[in-house]
């Protein structure tokens, strides 16, 4: 049958009456297939699975793309709770090797990411409060679905080799989620400071701070545009008596429930907040597509049960929505390499039925 299907392809190109130029198959990696449903094709190609086991998110380039820093709490190397570690994604086997840890070891971490120079980090750790992981929230009798808003988080700075380096946030309550300027000199972050869950900008130093958000409402998982002139975000934003009591008292229990958020930009300055999103259930995690025109986020607003959550992109004007990813499972975590030729993101496909959240990075081929 492949002998008579390529016979017919030659004469198909042979009996033609113009001269065309007949263009080679586009090279994908052998994992492609493995990895990637067909649709996904259009915009991913040469996908490589880099974590396999535990829980592992939240992966961020350095500024020169050839690392990448992220949150794990794989207890094959050690972890109990959500610990830093980086890793050049080019060349480093973790299937059968242990990444280079960045924090401590103590407490709980979230959120890292590379400094100017890429031989230092920032994160945020609660590890000075307590050195052992805080507990996890139990499931509630409401059945709420909830995140842990630990007030015992703080933001530092640290090298390559875990050494701490500096603390920039020292306020009563929670201060996390720090990402950094592509320009290099400031940092955006959720504090708790003001008794709300509110975006703020720093210097790299940790001076010059600036409340850029003040509406009720869960602000966080900010990051800049690639010239640093933007910020976009996942909000909460509750709107009734009912919705509002109901934020207030899971936050007095250091609680937020995640499952009602749309996505926000604005200027660096916190000038011009737009709503970019009105679809419903829980977008968040969104990234600056290379351009600066669109965003690329997780979304589960297509569900009718909560899940599953894929990636779509959407222009900054809410228009163009495009679904990226079709997994059955989980995709989230998307972030463009600063050159715009590659994609990280968090999964749970190939995981095997457990319910392991990986690491993958795939060339991105789509606009």
């Known amino acids: ?74 207890a094959g190397w050690g972890n109990e709770c959500d610990q830093m570690f980086y890793l050049n994604w080019r060349e480093d086997d973790l299937k059968n090797n242990q990444p280079q840890r960045v924090s401590t070891g103590l407490g709980r971490t979230t959120c890292s ?83 709300d869950l509110e975006l703020y900008t720093m210097n790299i130093d940790g001076t010059d701070v600036k409340q850029i958000t003040s509406d009720l409402g869960y602000d966080g998982g900010a990051f800049f545009s690639p010239d640093g002139s933007k910020l976009v975000w996942r909000a909460s934003r509750p709107q009734t008596e009912e919705e509002i009591k109901e934020y207030q008292d899971l936050l007095k229990e250091g609680l937020v429930k995640p499952t009602d958020m749309e996505l926000y930009v604005a200027n660096a300055d916190g000038t011009d907040i737009r709503k970019i999103t009105s679809l419903g259930k829980a977008n968040w995690a969104p990234f600056f597509h290379p351009s600066g025109e669109k965003l690329i986020f997780a979304s589960n607003h297509q569900t009718e049960r909560g899940f599953p959550f894929n990636l779509f992109m959407i222009n900054l004007d809410g228009t163009g929505l495009t679904r990226i990813t079709h997994d059955g499972t989980f995709d989230a975590f998307p972030v463009f390499s600063n050159d715009g030729k590659y994609l990280v993101f968090a999964s749970n496909r190939n995981n095997g039925g457990t319910r392991d959240t990986n690491l993958f990075v795939a060339e991105w081929i789509g606009d």
């Open 113 to 195: 990411y590379f400094l100017p120079g890429d031989q230092t980090i920032v994160y945020a750790s609660t590890h000075l409060v307590d050195p052992a992981c805080p507990p996890v929230p139990e499931r509630r009798a409401d059945g709420k679905y909830v995140w842990p808003i630990y007030d015992s988080f703080d933001i530092f700075t640290a090298d390559l080799q875990g050494n701490i380096l500096s603390q920039l946030t020292n306020e009563p309550g929670y201060d996390a989620e720090a990402t950094v300027s592509p320009k290099g000199d400031k940092i955006v972050f959720t504090s708790m400071r003001t008794g």
């Open 1 to 74: 049958m492949k002998k008579l299907l390529y016979s017919l392809a030659f004469l198909a190109v042979a009996c033609s009456p113009k001269t065309e130029t007949v263009s080679e198959p586009e090279a994908r990696s052998a994992s492609d297939s493995l990895l990637l449903h067909p649709e996904e094709m259009k915009y991913l190609k040469n996908i490589k699975q880099l974590t396999f086991g535990g829980n592992n998110a939240e992966a961020y380039w350095s500024f020169n793309d050839s690392l990448l820093v992220f949150q794990s709490d794989f």
